[in-house]
């Protein structure tokens, strides 16, 4: 079956032994809308904060982001099947800056990713592809260190983030924000941090 993605520039691309390629691509607000909405009105997905918009709003929401500077959003495909929705911002432009020391060389992740195929969960399957980000916001986009802030309910997330390597820094009340394009309710988040000389060691 062919790759309906191959036609899109992938801004970084891996192959894992055992595991499949690994493609992450610039988000299309308006060609992935269906993929996104299904995944963000799961209840599975309560954390991501959009469970009651519509498809419109989500694409709204993108088109938004997609004219930022500090957040992007991307698709990551799998062997040709979208598995996860991946955004990196910019800490001090965001309100996660607000509760921890920003330092150089720091991007926030926040990562959905897709429900568990027909053969349900797969043992490791979320680790090797949270390996493909990890190397391509770190030594990819040349950074130090990823902060991700789960809420704090989440315990999935957390314990993921934990296999992976990252150490658990404060909780905090990220704050409430209303803008015309943006409404993000007060969270209270777990944050974790994930340095690149321990992902990495040379």
């Not at 500077?69 to 929705?85: C, I, M, N, R, S």
């Not at 921890?100 to 027909?118: F, K, M, N, Q, S």
């Not at 797969?122 to 040349?142: E, F, H």
């Amino acid at each position: 079956m062919p790759d309906p993605y191959d036609t899109r520039t992938a801004v970084h691309e891996q192959h894992l032994d055992g595991y499949g390629t690994v493609r992450i691509l610039p988000l299309d607000p308006h060609a992935d809308a269906d993929v996104v909405h299904r995944w963000v009105r799961a209840e599975r997905a309560v954390f991501w904060g959009m469970n009651g918009l519509g498809r419109e709003q989500v694409t709204e929401i993108y088109t938004h982001m997609a004219g930022l500077d500090t957040h992007h959003a991307f698709l990551v495909v799998k062997d040709g099947e979208p598995v996860a929705l991946l955004q990196t911002y910019e800490p001090q432009a965001d309100r996660v800056g607000e509760c921890y020391e920003v330092r150089d060389g720091d991007i926030g992740v926040h990562l959905l990713l897709a429900p568990a195929g027909e053969g349900g969960a797969r043992p490791g399957w979320s680790q090797s592809l949270l390996a493909v980000v990890n190397a391509y916001v770190l030594p990819g986009l040349g950074r130090h260190r990823i902060v991700v802030d789960p809420d704090v309910r989440n315990d999935k997330a957390i314990a993921r983030f934990l296999r992976q390597g990252f150490e658990t820094g404060p909780v905090v009340v990220l704050p409430e924000i209303e803008v015309p394009d943006v409404y993000l309710p007060e969270k209270t988040a777990q944050l974790a941090f994930l340095e690149r000389t321990a992902a990495f060691p040379t």
